[in-house]
T-cell receptor, first 111, second 115 residues
Framework: QKEVEQDPGPLSVPEGAIVSLNCTYSNSAFQYFMWYRQYSRKGPELLMYTYSSGNKEDGRFTAQVDKSSKYISLFIRDSQPSDSATYLCAMSAYTGNQFYFGTGTSLTVIP | ETGVTQSPTHLIKTRGQQVTLRCSSQSGHNTVSWYQQALGQGPQFIFQYYREEENGRGNFPPRFSGLQFPNYSSELNVNALELDDSALYLC??????????????FGPGTRLLVL
């Protein structure tokens, strides 16, 4: 079993839709949770960084962590064509020094 | 503040050759981590360098090695290249080696093709 599971999609939505992206994990030691956006043939760009359970909002993006269910989500409101990219979840433990990534979900927002 | 830079952007090698990839960390960051991202996959941790020493390693063979220099820049060396080494190699810098406490910022990557 992989440490981090993420539905690869692809996901296609109309402009203005609310997008929900999800990851599950198996390691209860994970305490830090990140979402990265990666455009084609580019490096990942940090979108959201959260610690512990709860919600964190930044503009159109909301990150949600449920440690009891080992489940994290990223919501994108009022999606735009420029949001079309691959979204990677990543997580790490307090004492660890590596990030564990999901496989990424490919999102296309249709104008 | 300068971001993470990597060179070269693209590289083509043949099986059995050796390759060196380079990374300059973000200003103020002393830790560099290297990841391999195969097509359609998430990045996989290769190793991390902190204060010029290897500080943790993922499930990669010894033919993957690295260096960190006093200015915190870093090199990834891969010997005896195999076809499966074809991937995007990502460098990430952070302000400390502790996972998550200081998040990692990625460079644009070096795309390696092994023929």
């Amino acid at each position: 079993q992989k440490e981090v599971e993420q539905d690869p999609g692809p996901l296609s939505v109309p402009e203005g839709a609310i997008v929900s992206l999800n990851c599950t994990y198996s390691n209860s030691a994970f305490q830090y949770f990140m979402w990265y956006r990666q455009y084609s043939r580019k490096g990942p760009e940090l979108l959201m960084y959260t610690y512990s359970s709860g919600n964190k909002e930044d503009g159109r993006f909301t990150a949600q962590v449920d440690k009891s269910s080992k489940y994290i989500s990223l919501f994108i409101r009022d999606s735009q064509p420029s949001d079309s990219a691959t979204y990677l979840c990543a997580m790490s433990a307090y004492t660890g020094n590596q990030f564990y990534f999901g496989t990424g979900t490919s999102l296309t927002v249709i104008p | 503040e300068t971001g993470v830079t990597q060179s070269p952007t693209h590289l083509i090698k043949t099986r059995g050759q050796q390759v060196t990839l380079r990374c300059s960390s973000q200003s103020g960051h002393n830790t560099v981590s290297w990841y391999q991202q195969a097509l359609g996959q998430g990045p996989q941790f290769i190793f991390q360098y902190y204060r010029e020493e290897e500080n943790g390693r993922g499930n990669f063979p010894p033919r993957f090695s690295g260096l960190q220099f006093p200015n915190y820049s870093s090199e990834l060396n891969v010997n005896a290249l195999e076809l499966d080494d074809s991937a995007l190699y990502l460098c990430a810098s952070s302000a400390s080696p502790s996972g998550g406490q200081e998040t990692q910022y990625f460079g644009p990557g070096t795309r390696l093709l092994v023929l």
